[in-house]
Nanobody, 114 residues
Framework: QVQLVESGGGLVQPGGSLRLSCAAS????????MGWYRQAPGKQRELVAT???????IYADSVKDRFAISRDNAKSTVYLHMNSLKPEDTAVYYC????????WGQGTQVIVSS
C-alpha cells in the first residue's frame, strides 16, 4: 500500500517561512503529477500547487508568488517552500497525486500566528 508521509509543519509568525516535505512510497513516483493540498478548520480540502513529471508547476491564486513546489524523484519526495506566510495559510497540509487518488496521509499542521 502506498504511503504518504508529510512533515515540516509548525508554528510560524506572519511573514515567516517553512518548508514541507512529503515522502511517497510510490514506485512510479517520477511519472506522476504530485500536488500539495490544505484543509483549514471548517473548510474543504483545496489544491494549492502541483508539479508534473517534467517539473511544470501550477499554483492556486492564493499562494502564487509566495509558495514554490519542487520534487526530488530520486528520493520520491515532493516539497513545498512557503514564504511570506499569512494567518489564512493556517491549515493541515497534505500531499497526493494531482488527482488525489492515493490514500491520504496524516498531513502536517501549519499555524501562522503572532
Amino acid at each position: 500500500q502506498v504511503q504518504l508521509v508529510e512533515s515540516g509543519g509548525g508554528l510560524v509568525q506572519p511573514g515567516g517561512s517553512l518548508r514541507l516535505s512529503c515522502a511517497a512510497s510510490l514506485s512510479t513516483f517520477g511519472l506522476n503529477t504530485m500536488g500539495w493540498y490544505r484543509q483549514a478548520p471548517g473548510k474543504q480540502r483545496e489544491l494549492v500547487a502541483t508539479i508534473t513529471s517534467s517539473h511544470t508547476t501550477i499554483y492556486a491564486d492564493s499562494v502564487k508568488d509566495r509558495f514554490a513546489i519542487s520534487r526530488d524523484n530520486a528520493k520520491s519526495t515532493v516539497y513545498l517552500h512557503m514564504n511570506s506566510l499569512k494567518p489564512e495559510d493556517t491549515a493541515v497540509y497534505y500531499c497526493n497525486t494531482g488527482t488525489g487518488r492515493l490514500a491520504w496521509g496524516q498531513g502536517t499542521q501549519v499555524i501562522v500566528s503572532s
